[in-house]
């Protein structure tokens, strides 16, 4: 989560598009994008599956702006704009990079071969 505020701050200073009132509200924000990429995105997925696959995957950067856009609705009193699609395209390019580059990455621990629970 702090790697998509982080994210949402660069998208702040690099894009016209997109702002905070506040640094804090890009945390609230990142809060917001991880429930929603929890419990609405996976349904959006399931349900696009015939555009995502006739695109060859492109779709789901359309769905990741679109979750963004959902984003922006639910902050109140416009602490979180964006100023469109593209704007929340461009920002969910950002986030996807950021997190693809700086994500945690799950790592088996090996003891004499065995592999270890944790």
């Known amino acids: 989560m702090m790697i998509t505020a982080l994210a949402l701050i660069v998208g702040d200073w690099w894009l016209d598009g997109v702002s905070f009132s ?6 609230v924000t990142a809060l917001v994008l991880a429930l ?4 609405v995105k996976p349904l959006i ?4 599956i015939p555009a995502t696959i006739f695109t060859y995957g492109i779709f789901l950067l359309v769905i990741n702006a679109a ?18 699609f593209w704007s929340a395209l461009w920002l969910s390019l950002i986030i996807s990079f950021a997190n693809s580059l700086f994500g945690s990455r799950v790592q088996v621990i090996r003891n ?7």
Do not use: C, M
């Not at 506040?22 to 945390?27: C, D, G, T």
């Not at 997925?45 to 696009?48: H, Q």
């Not at 609705?73 to 469109?84: L, M, Q, T, Y």
């Open 45 to 48: 997925v399931v349900l696009t």
């Open 36 to 39: 929603l990429n929890t419990f």
């Open 112 to 118: 004499n071969g065995e592999d270890l629970e944790n």
């Open 67 to 84: 979750i963004i856009l959902i984003a922006k609705e639910i902050i109140p009193n416009n602490n979180f704009r964006v100023d469109g």
């Open 22 to 27: 506040q640094p804090w509200i890009a945390l």
